[in-house]
Every structure is written in structure tokens, then in C-alpha cells.
């Protein structure tokens, strides 16, 4: 099992800058990918990012050139770093791992709120 706890959320004005943090504990060791998510109100779940343990990334359309994953090994975290970031990133964002081929369970996620 392992266990994340987000963090960074807020509110920002159009243009501005976040950076959330993705920490992971427990079978870390069998993590073979984090990404993340993100759901808007009424809008389904959406990947924005996600990287591998060998360092590929995947970006969603809509936030390349703005958003980057980062990750320190020896914190086991990631950082998602928002910039220029848009009223329509307004959303909750979901950290989550692959483990054995699978997303792992939904947490609480942190709320990002980008005003006009």
C-alpha cells in the first residue's frame, strides 16, 4: 500500500503560480508511475500530468508549456508546478500512483482556485 498526502493548493489570480506537492509513503518501491489529476465542478476527472519511474512525462494538451512534474527521489515526492496558470485550472487536484497496472484510491485532493 501507499499512501499520498497533497498539499499547495489555493487561491491565485489569473496568471500566477502554484506548486503542489505529492508526498508518498509505504511501498514506494512498487510504485511504477504518479500523475496528476484534476476535476473541475461538474467536469469528469482528467489527467494533467503524469511521469514514470524512468522519467517520462505525459502532459495534457491544455496545460503543456505552463505546468511541469518534477519529482525528489530521496523525499519521495513529486511537485507539480503550475505557471500562467487560467480561471479554467480552477479545480481539485488528485495525486496518484500506479501500482501493479492500476491507479491507486482517490484521496482528498487540494483545492486550486485561479481567479479573473
Known amino acids: 500500500q501507499v499512501q499520498l498526502v497533497e498539499s499547495g493548493g489555493g487561491l491565485v489570480q489569473a496568471g500566477g503560480s502554484l506548486r503542489l506537492s505529492c508526498a508518498a509513503s509505504?511501498?514506494?518501491?512498487?510504485?511504477?508511475?504518479m500523475g496528476w489529476y484534476r476535476q473541475a465542478p461538474g467536469k469528469q476527472r482528467e489527467l494533467v500530468v503524469a511521469?514514470?519511474?524512468?522519467?517520462?512525462?505525459k502532459y495534457a494538451d491544455s496545460v503543456k508549456g505552463r505546468f511541469t512534474i518534477s519529482r525528489d527521489n530521496a523525499q519521495n515526492t513529486v511537485y507539480l508546478q503550475m505557471n500562467t496558470l487560467k480561471p479554467e485550472d480552477t479545480a481539485v487536484y488528485y495525486c496518484?500512483?500506479?501500482?501493479?497496472?492500476?491507479?491507486?484510491?482517490w484521496g482528498q485532493g487540494t483545492q486550486v482556485t485561479v481567479s479573473s
Open positions: 496518484n500512483a500506479v501500482l501493479e497496472a492500476r491507479w491507486g484510491d
Open positions: 509505504g511501498s514506494i518501491f512498487s510504485i511504477s508511475a
Open positions: 511521469i514514470t519511474s524512468g522519467g517520462s512525462t
